[in-house]
């Protein structure tokens, strides 16, 4: 059975930082693409970051800079760092791993930027 729990949202003043972490069971986690993705209402979902199997990251061009993503294969966790947080960045995030055609989501963890 494939799980990925996301954790480390929440309520976060404009300029602070959060930590995601997505912990992953039931799939060759080293094998997957992992990224986080982002939902705000009334929008679709965009990709926020990705990182390969490799360690190659590539992300969206309004959080370069703030955010980092990074995997811990030992530890079967992709994790999200996002600094210098704006109200634009409130939104579910969730996490995606990728493999071939295998597609799997995490339940999201919301995140709210607002002093």
């Known amino acids: 059975q494939v799980q990925l729990v996301e954790s480390g949202g929440g309520l976060v003043q404009p300029g602070g930082s959060l930590r995601l972490s997505c912990a992953a069971s039931?799939?060759?986690?080293?094998?997957?693409?992992m990224g986080w993705y982002r939902q705000a209402p009334g929008k679709q979902r965009e990709l926020v970051a990705r990182?390969?199997?490799?360690?190659?990251?590539n992300y969206v061009d309004s959080v370069k800079g703030r955010f980092t993503i990074s995997r811990d294969n030992a530890k079967n966790t992709v994790y999200l760092q996002m600094n210098n947080l704006k109200p634009e960045d409130t939104a579910a995030y969730y996490c995606?791993?990728?493999?071939?055609?295998?597609?799997?989501w995490g339940q999201g963890t919301q995140v709210t930027v607002s002093s």
């Open positions: 039931g799939i060759r986690f080293s094998s997957y693409v």
């Open positions: 990182i390969t199997t490799g360690g190659t990251s």
């Open positions: 995606n791993g990728r493999y071939s055609w295998l597609d799997h």
